[in-house]
């Protein structure tokens, strides 16, 4: 009686995952593992993502490999959090960089009352900043894994985002050909400005 008990609150113990790295690093594709994972194994799941990232598809997390789940777009933390079901176990969250701060006490809330809450996204911004809250989740979580994507000019552990293009925008959404994943080595944060100041100069 006393050993079930004590299994039983271990199956409902909730926690916080987080899956990080730059762009191209797999973070959709891991995330869509986890949470599919668990819905062949009729787990009950939900999967959020920002309202502003509509790339590929409304309704779903597509991954550059065009891996897909269904994902319900919500405008930030407090939305997510009012949208999840109580019998919901798993709860997948894509482009966490996109949230407010208000994410890291939603993520705790949620792992609190039994849910075990996968969230990916950005570690770093487009000029090598912590993109928060994925820093702060990270702190508060119990799994984190650290994606790299291969570094799309030497081939070497792709740490960071580049952005070819010129913005000073911190959010370009839409186009991957705005971004590139490079290396410690071949990652310079002033390269798409360089790149706009020799056209000029041409
Ligand atoms: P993320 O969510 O981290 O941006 P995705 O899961 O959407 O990444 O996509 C990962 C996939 O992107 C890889 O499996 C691969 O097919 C593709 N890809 C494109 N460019 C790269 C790269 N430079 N390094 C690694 N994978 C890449
Ligand atoms: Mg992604
Ligand atoms: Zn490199």
Redesign the pocket.
């Known amino acids: 009686m006393l050993r079930s008990d004590a299994m039983h609150r271990r199956a409902d113990q909730g926690w916080i995952e987080v899956i990080c ?1 730059p ?7 891991e995330l869509i593992r986890r949470v599919t994972r668990y819905r062949i194994g009729r787990v009950p799941t939900q999967t959020f993502k920002p309202s502003l990232d509509v790339r590929y598809a409304v309704g779903e997390v597509v ?3 065009r891996l897909t789940t269904a994902a319900e777009p919500v405008a930030d933390s407090a939305e997510l959090l009012r949208a999840v079901e109580d019998r919901t176990v798993v709860v997948g969250i894509d482009e966490g960089q996109f949230f407010d701060e208000g994410l890291v006490d939603v993520a705790s809330v949620l792992a609190g009352a039994g849910k075990k809450v996968i969230v ?1 996204g950005l570690d770093l911004d487009y000029l090598g900043r912590p993109f928060e809250p994925i820093p702060s989740l990270m702190v508060r979580a119990e799994y984190v894994t650290k ?1 790299l ?2 570094c ?1 000019r030497c081939g070497g552990p ?1 740490l960071f985002t580049q952005r070819v293009v010129d913005s000073d925008e911190l959010v370009v959404l839409g186009a991957t050909d705005a971004y590139e ?1 490079r290396c410690r080595r071949c990652y310079d944060p002033a390269e798409a400005v360089q790149t706009t100041l020799e056209v000029e100069s041409a």
């Open positions: 790295g762009m191209f690093s797999g973070k959709s594709e991954s550059h490999s990916a994606s994507a291969v799309h792709g994943a």
